[in-house]
């Protein structure tokens, strides 16, 4: 089976800033996607960034230009930098892995549990 471990959540002012980390283990092949969620009170679970396995990303509107997201291979880990945070960045975050497990089968996704970020006024 595969886990992710998400890390870096907390409780900010707005304007602050916060590191997001997620780690992956267990049996591996190969990660292709990376990617970061997230999912407000009331609202619809909406993607924040991706990155693919050569690096290319991928940003919301409402976040380009304050977040940043990096992968490092070797650690199985996924970052989100999160800087100038406003008070609609309020959010449970949650990663996403697109993970092969074996070469011989399609990769799948896997989710994190989900961090916590509250921004405060």
């Known amino acids: 089976q595969v886990q992710l471990v998400e890390s870096g959540g907390g409780l900010v002012q707005a304007g602050g800033s916060l590191r997001l980390s997620c780690a992956a283990s267990g049996t591996i092949f190969s990660i292709n996607d990376m990617g970061w969620y997230r999912q407000a009170p009331g609202q619809q679970r909406e993607l924040v960034a991706v990155?693919?396995?050569?690096?290319?990303?991928t940003y919301a509107d409402s976040v380009k230009g304050r977040f940043t997201i990096s992968r490092d291979n070797a650690k199985k880990t996924v970052y989100l930098q999160m800087n100038s945070l406003k008070l609609d960045d309020t959010a449970l975050y949650y990663c996403k892995m697109n993970v092969r497990r074996n070469i011989l089968f399609p990769p799948t996704d896997y989710w994190g549990q989900g961090t916590q970020v509250t921004v405060s006024a």
């Open positions: 990155i693919i396995s050569d690096g290319g990303t």
